[in-house]
């Protein structure tokens, strides 16, 4: 069976930092480029981030560009979504999703769900003094 699997979400003050992880079973996670995304209640899901199966290419919103990091060990089957300096507005679910693809896309392109095959169940996270 095909599941991706997030953990690591939780409450955290604004300034602080949070790792997720999103863990693949049923299938080999270093084939695929994998996204995260974000949705905030009464909010559009948000595309927050890509990496290349590889790992040599990421992409990043603008709104968590220098503060996210996303990272990759294939050895372990697992992508790792690195948060620092978070801020209230970070507050949602998050959710990892493997493309059918090695790559991203494009910079235009990466965020988009057209080539999405399976999603994980989501972590809140929850940013709040």
């Known amino acids: 069976q095909v599941q991706l699997v997030e953990s690591g979400g939780g409450l955290v003050q604004p300034g602080g930092s949070l790792r997720l992880s999103c863990a693949a079973s049923g299938f080999t996670l270093s084939y695929y480029a994998i996204n995260w995304f974000r949705q905030a209640p009464g909010k559009e899901r948000e595309g927050v981030s890509c990496?290349?199966?590889?790992?040599?290419?990421?992409y990043y919103a603008d709104s968590v560009k220098g503060r996210f990091t996303i990272s990759r060990d294939n050895a372990k089957n697992t992508v790792y979504l690195q948060m620092t300096s978070l801020k209230p507005e970070d507050t949602a679910v998050y959710y990892c999703?493997?493309?059918?693809?090695?790559?991203?896309?494009?910079?235009?392109?990466?965020?988009?769900?057209?080539?999405?095959?399976?999603w994980g169940q989501g972590t809140q996270v929850t940013v709040s003094s």
């Open positions: 990496i290349s199966s590889s790992a040599s290419s990421t």
């Open positions: 999703a493997n493309r059918v693809t090695t790559d991203c896309g494009y910079a235009s392109t990466w965020y988009r769900t057209a080539d999405l095959g399976s």
